[in-house]
């Protein structure tokens, strides 16, 4: 089982920016990416990124706004989000999986604890 641990998010103005990272270990890391989770029972797509080639994924309401990047000597991947919006307020998970893609949540092996966003208006 990969172990994921966040770190960043917090409470900044519409506009504004903000830098999660995440870091994996305990095993093979083959894909990493984001997931949020506002209000609802849903979570949603946020990007993914893999670590043997240069595929990246994004969910349409973050792109071109949102980074994603990531270190595989360190196991990390980091979430860059530029022009903040309210909208963008949740908790965000970062997650791993065995492929990268537009993944739902069944896809997802493993979870970190999330990490909450507030952008004010």
């Known amino acids: 089982q990969i172990h994921l641990v966040e770190s960043g998010g917090g409470l900044v103005q519409a506009g504004g920016s903000l830098r999660l990272s995440c870091t994996a270990s305990?095993?093979?890391?083959?894909?990493m990416g984001w997931f949020r989770q506002a209000s609802g029972p849903e979570r949603e797509f946020v990007a993914s990124?893999?670590?043997?080639?240069?595929?990246?994924f994004y969910g349409d309401s973050v792109k071109g706004r949102f980074t994603i990047s990531k270190s595989n000597t360190l196991n990390t991947v980091v979430l860059q989000m530029n022009s903040l919006k309210p909208e963008d307020t949740a908790v965000y998970y970062c997650?791993?999986?065995?492929?990268?893609?537009?993944?739902?949540?069944?896809?997802?092996?493993?979870w970190g604890q999330g990490t909450q966003v507030d952008v004010s208006s």
């Open positions: 990124i893999s670590f043997y080639d240069t595929n990246i």
């Open positions: 997650v791993s999986a065995d492929v990268v893609g537009m993944w739902v949540a069944e896809n997802i092996d493993s």
């Open positions: 305990g095993g093979t890391i083959y894909a």
